[in-house]
């Protein structure tokens, strides 16, 4: 089977959303990295609401996610690990390389072939200028805030097996700021910068004694004003 191509994407003069599928913009080494030592993935930026329509569904943004943490996979593999049938993990996995998310590897036959991601990073860009573009887009960042919370769910059903020094660890913070738009997107990249600290890891001889996979997720967005302005 040859590699799919990947859609073109419209040409839309200004961009003023974004939605992103890792943690930071920056290229993150993964364990696909490790083992091809002449292939390196590169990052990527999809504004084609097909290809936003087409990942937002649960099961293939989670096979990205595993992907990300475990390097190439066959279906019957993410079958295991993400409790599917190797028929559907299969079919997914065809529809993500349809749209550019996901290749083979050329190795194997039938569901015992090996899957690696495209890029180590993806960003989505949509443009409220285009209604089907904007409605991908939205999709798309539904998908990604019910996985986020979803995984929140599991380790609140969880957090009473790990040791009591990683649930002091743990947390949860809110606040309320008054910032200008500037001062938002610099507080992003300072959030980015802090990911981006410890991406290195995704290799796992980088790890120190005792490291845990942490997920961690930061959203800023403007409320509305109070009556009084606030």
């Known amino acids: 089977m040859s590699t799919p191509q990947r859609p073109s994407g419209k040409a839309v003069p200004k961009r003023d959303r974004r939605a992103q599928v890792s943690s930071a913009s920056t290229p993150l080494p993964t364990a696909a990295n490790e083992s ?63 749209y550019g998310f996901v290749e083979e590897t050329g190795d194997g036959r039938g569901r015992s072939r090996p899957w690696r991601l495209t890029s180590d990073s993806r960003s989505f860009e949509t443009s409220m200028t285009d209604p089907d573009e904007a409605a991908a887009g939205e999709a798309l960042e ?13 380790w609140w ?35 980015r910068a802090i990911y981006t600290r410890y991406a290195d890891r995704a290799v796992k001889e980088k790890r120190p004694p005792g490291a845990l996979p942490v997920h961690i997720y930061a959203h800023g967005h403007p409320l509305p004003p109070t009556p009084s302005g606030n």
């Open 142 to 154: 539904r998908t990604f805030m019910d996985r986020t919370y979803d995984q929140v769910r599991e």
């Open 157 to 191: 059903s969880r957090r009473l097996t790990y040791p009591v020094k990683w649930r002091r660890a743990a947390f949860m913070a809110d606040s309320v700021s008054y910032l200008t738009a500037a001062e938002l997107a610099a507080m992003m990249h300072d959030i």
């Open 36 to 98: 091809a030592a002449d292939w390196r993935p590169s990052p990527q930026v999809i504004t084609d609401a097909r290809a936003m329509r087409a990942l937002a569904h649960p099961l293939r943004v989670a096979l990205l996610e595993a992907m990300r943490r475990d390097g190439e996979i066959t279906a019957t593999r993410a079958a295991e690990l993400l409790g599917e049938s190797p028929g559907n993990t299969s079919w997914h996995l065809q529809t993500l390389a349809k």
